[in-house]
DNA sequence: GGAGTGATGACA
DNA sequence: GTCATCACTCCA
């Protein structure tokens, strides 16, 4: 069996976009107190920086994004349209607010059904993404070529103008896993 | 194509 | 305190 890795916050601590798309054929591991569930993640994008329109992050710290503003490696949770709840990972440098929206994993598409599917909700938020906090992100040694990411615009950004929302901050796994 | 939903941030 | 907005999903 392949050896297993929790990524810590080493991992996170580094360029957005180059986290983002080695986040793709990791897998997001939740456990509850019923079962542990384990998907490989297929969808993210990168909200980058202060400069970033589309960012939470653009038009300060507030109460909301503070997470984002600190060290790498945490969760990033908050509701959005009064139902869904969007998780996000924070990277990059204590002070420097940027994260990473975890949109799809394996068998699941669009960020609120992934976060309905493994019980992710507020209370997760500001936690580190380690066992002990019951949701964390695993290396299984799942090998991405290069040419398997897709870069594309994020979604459902338009409002932050065209120069932000069409940069390629969205990276998609296209091609599935032979087993 | 359009409604639902409620926390959040801007403004007063 | 009020009001508009929103990193979405569902149903028609």
Known sequence: MLSVEILKGDFFRRKTTAVAQELLGKFLVRKTKMQELACMITEVEAYDGFADKASHAHRGKTMRNEVMFGPPGYWYIYLV???HQMLNIV???EGYPAAILIRAVEGMSGPGRVTKLLAIDHSLNKK?????SGLWIEDR???IPKHAIEKTPRIGVAYAGPEWSQKPYRFVLKVKRGN
């Open 81 to 83: 349209y009064g139902m």
């Open 91 to 93: 990277t990059g440098e």
């Open 128 to 132: 580190p993404a380690e066992r002990a």
């Open 141 to 143: 040694g799942v090998v």
